[in-house]
């Protein structure tokens, strides 16, 4: 179990205890359990079967999943509630142009993240025009200490004590051969992308790919969000490929500071 950031006191009178079970619901599908039965779904929730099969059927009923009478998933709708965000939220609108310019400027895919909890969300991309295999799509969730914007937006998240207790409570899974689970590594990673004021990481999710972020802050100087590349490793030695590509970061970064 991992731990959850510190989050304001909610009044009990002002809680909907079956809206937080229906989404808890929601959210125990993921790729190991792509289809559960009311009793797995239960184990995942820590709710009774009995609950359980209720939230299901009223999740079907309602076009959030489906059945073949014994097994449950979800439909397509489920993307509506997601995507809503996008719809409405104004960082991911207001970072596009300026993702545009730098991705045509580097020739790289370009990205805005931020933490939910403790994992990365890409928030707004803009690709190249050549084929990349080093991309993520929009509302993906990654471990942010794999991601060069994940351990960004980890250095500068406040009371260094609270990323150190993360990281001791969660279990972290090694992607790739050079996946980094040492938990002393990955946090003297953090710290010095804090000192430097960006992230280089290479391997850590994708072979062969390399990530280079920068923090995105807004007019009162607090971080909000993270701005990223991707690119093939192969092309360039790391060095090179900060020269290249860290000042176009850094300067699309001091320009979003009025919009952010």
Not at 34 to 59: D, F, I, K, S, V
Not at 85 to 105: G, I
Not at 190 to 195: E, L
């Amino acid at each position: 179990m991992t731990t959850r950031p510190t989050r304001p006191e909610l009044d009990r009178r002002d809680w909907i205890a079956g809206l937080e079970k229906g989404l808890a619901i929601l959210e125990a599908f993921d790729d190991a359990m792509p289809r559960m039965t009311p009793t797995q779904a239960a184990e995942r929730t820590g709710l009774t079967r009995t609950a359980a099969r209720r939230y299901l059927l009223t999740l079907e009923h309602l076009g959030y999943t489906y059945s073949d009478g014994k097994y449950f998933g979800l439909t397509p709708r489920v993307l509506r509630v997601g995507w809503s965000y996008f719809d409405s939220a104004r960082l991911p609108r207001m970072v596009q142009p300026f993702l545009q310019q730098l991705s045509a400027t580097i020739e790289e895919s370009c990205y805005v993240s931020v933490l939910d909890d403790w994992e990365l969300v890409f928030i707004a991309r803009n690709g190249t025009n050549r084929v990349m295999t080093t991309g993520f799509v929009l509302g993906a969730r990654v471990p942010a200490p794999l991601t060069s914007p994940g351990v960004m937006l980890l250095a500068h998240q406040p009371g260094e004590d609270a990323v150190r207790e993360w990281l001791e409570s969660t279990q972290l899974t090694p992607f790739t051969p050079h996946t980094v689970t040492n938990r002393d590594r990955l946090y003297q990673a953090i710290r010095q992308a804090r000192i430097d004021g960006f992230a280089v990481i290479e391997q850590q999710l994708q072979i062969g790919v390399r990530g280079i972020a920068v923090p995105l802050k807004n007019r009162h100087g607090d971080v909000v969000a993270a701005l990223s590349t991707n690119m093939p490793m192969s092309r360039e030695s790391t060095e090179r490929a900060i020269a290249r590509v860290l000042p176009h970061l850094q300067e699309t970064a001091v320009s979003m500071i009025n919009v952010l």
